[in-house]
């Protein structure tokens, strides 16, 4: 006998949410679009690349009602990318993720910062994340831009 352990619906996440209860999730880790345009920025190897075709899917971050929407669903959070809507974050927090890319010299960031809901120290997260360095042990092939390493949200040690 199997058990159903995850569902995936393809519709606007803002609609999705309002249809769960209050606290309904005990952890929503988010990576929202930053509005930061990432798709213009030139690679480490000097090129651009577009995700799927699209070129404009990080053009714009989401609005307040998405995030009242996702801290009603949720009892705690992990939001990447929050340094670029702070003002949208309910509350201040002594407990941000910094993770730390190693990139080098390119248009992105070395880091990246995510707001967490959790009563905890800063915590910093080392895994580079250019070239042969993303192929490690565990990881999987990256299929997207914004994808993120296996280990980071075990650093929270909740």
């Known amino acids: 006998m199997s058990t159903l352990i995850s569902e995936v619906y ?12 209050d606290k309904y999730f005990d952890l929503a880790i988010v990576d929202p679009p930053y509005g930061i345009g990432v798709n213009k920025m030139q690679l480490g190897n000097g090129k651009r690349k577009v995700y799927r075709g699209k070129d404009d899917w990080d053009n714009s971050a989401p609005g307040i009602e998405y995030f009242t929407e ?13 340094n670029h809507f702070i003002s949208r974050m309910p509350y201040d927090t002594s407990c941000w993720l910094i993770w730390d890319k190693g990139t080098g010299e390119n248009d992105f960031a070395d880091a990246e910062l995510a707001w967490t809901s959790f009563k905890k120290p800063v915590r910093k997260f080392f895994k580079s994340w250019v070239g042969s360095n993303v192929k ?3 990881e999987p092939d990256r299929i997207h831009p914004t994808q993120k390493p296996i280990q980071l949200p075990i650093t929270l040690k909740v």
């Open 136 to 138: 490690e042990r565990n």
């Open 70 to 82: 996702l801290f009603r669903v949720s009892k705690n959070q992990v939001v990447w990318g929050a």
């Open 10 to 21: 393809n519709m606007d996440c803002v609609q999705s949410l309002k249809h769960y209860p």
